[in-house]
């Protein structure tokens, strides 16, 4: 087990769950093409207002999503209160381009709150630094109109101090309306002083957002809450947050292991992609879960929701297949972690530990011919069972080198996703 670093956050649940559920709905599920479609496309205000003008998700269905998601094994979920277009969930009193003002004409936020506490999740805020609908939101690089001819005169009339207060302010609101949240997830600085940058690239950094301050607010209104690490503020934060990749080891800052999760989406794409076609498999997904926690991390995995308020049939499909899996194979998920360093993964393997059961968890992601070779397992293991059945699983002990065992597997691989070998040492 690793020495974390500390954080300011209650992190004992989250370290314990590992599994939670990522959602990205805003206007660009209408789109359907990306929700970073707007500034992709350069499309200005006056043509991205169809969308606000036609978003209705009259299939919007919460309760759904939150028994979708705890039937797939899911402890939390985090939604996208605001992504970058700007466009909110909520009844904010700060602007009207938000959902009560669309033709779904009501808060969607808070009936999503309600139901995910529902079925025993806890609750978790995504909320965009980034603004390319407001006003005072000063134009960079990555903006919309970053390439408009008259990008300086159009930022004369900006002001980002006032956008600042803005954001402090919805903040404010999503932290004192709602109860309890449970983690608050930024989304994000981007500073010219970046490594890859060149000098003349404008961006925006904790500077820009008040990131000390914010963060103030944040602990202030929620003591126990999670803090992500996109805020362009190294002082204070609780969560490593890798996107879209898998760490080669536990998350170090400054060689000290820190708490960490993996964020992936189904596709390639956050936001509702109709035409996406990359879509990765159970077996991968199930297998980018294990391999996280096997390091001693969280997975968040991401659904983009339809215009129409449905989870589209593809990610239906992958969170029952998810769950049938998890329903026979959590013990070796929940309150997991990485396995002692003197255990070694066999080939085509990964490794979870439980230290309060002390029980070690095979996962085996190529199914072998009859053996499994735990080399230096010997004199730790008492007992090996399947798990998804609790079939025993006989132990060859070397006589010669007792330090050494085989697992006696069955010749055909069990009908599971993958297969896991629970291990329950002495």
């Known amino acids: 087990m690793e020495n974390l670093r500390r954080s300011k956050g209650d992190v004992s649940w989250f370290i314990h769950d590992r599994f939670g559920l990522f959602i ?10 990306h929700e970073w479609v707007k500034q992709r496309e350069e499309i200005p205000e006056e043509k991205y207002d169809i969308y606000f003008r036609h978003f209705n998700p009259d299939l919007y269905d919460p309760e759904l999503w939150a028994r979708l998601a705890a039937n797939a094994g899911m402890k939390y979920f985090v939604v996208t209160t605001k992504h970058h277009e700007g466009f909110c969930l909520w009844d904010s009193q700060y602007t009207d381009y938000k959902a009560p003002r669309t033709l779904a004409g009501r808060d969607l936020l808070k009936p999503m709150v ?22 005072d939101f000063v134009i960079d690089d990555l903006h919309v109109l970053r390439n408009h001819p008259d990008r300086e005169k159009l930022n004369e009339k900006r002001n980002q101090q006032r956008y600042i207060e803005y954001l402090h302010n919805q903040v404010r609101e999503l932290l004192t309306r709602f109860g309890q949240v449970d983690i608050f997830w930024f989304d994000f ?23 000390e301050e914010l963060v103030k607010l944040v602990r202030n209104l929620q003591p126990k809450i999670l803090l992500n690490d996109r805020l362009d503020w190294p002082e204070d934060w609780d969560i490593k947050t890798p996107e879209q990749t898998m760490p080669r080891e536990w998350v170090r800052v400054d060689g000290v292991p820190v708490v960490w999760e993996a964020c ?19 077996e991968q997904l199930i297998g980018l879960l294990i391999e996280a926690v096997s390091k001693g ?23 029952e297949g998810i769950g049938n899996w998890m329903r026979r194979h959590s013990r070796s998920i929940y309150g997991c972690t990485q396995a002692p360093a003197e255990f070694t993964a066999p080939a085509n393997c990964r490794l979870t530990y439980n230290p309060k059961t002390n029980c070690l968890y095979v996962h085996i992601l190529a199914w072998p011919f009859r053996h499994l070779h735990l080399d230096g397992y010997g004199q730790r293991v008492e007992y090996a069972q399947l798990l998804h059945d609790a079939s025993e699983v006989k132990i060859d002990r070397n006589q010669k080198k007792p330090e050494d065992i085989t697992l006696e597997l069955p010749v055909v691989k069990p009908n599971v996703t993958i297969p896991v070998v629970e291990l329950f040492l002495k």
Do not use: C, M
């Open 24 to 33: 990205h709905w805003g206007l660009y599920a209408l789109a359907a093409r």
């Open 297 to 319: 991390g969280n997975f968040l995995l991401n659904v983009g929701p339809t215009g129409r308020g449905e989870f589209d049939e593809r990610a239906v499909s992958r969170l």
């Open 114 to 135: 309600e139901a995910f506490r529902k079925q025993g999740l806890r609750v978790g805020f995504y909320h965009s630094l980034i603004d390319w609908h407001h006003p």
């Open 264 to 282: 992936h989406t189904f596709s390639g794409s956050w936001g509702y992609h109709r035409d996406e076609a990359s879509w990765k498999s159970l």
């Open 189 to 211: 600085s981007y500073p010219a002083r970046q490594a890859g940058r060149p000098t003349s690239w404008v961006g925006k950094g904790r500077e820009d957002w008040n990131s």
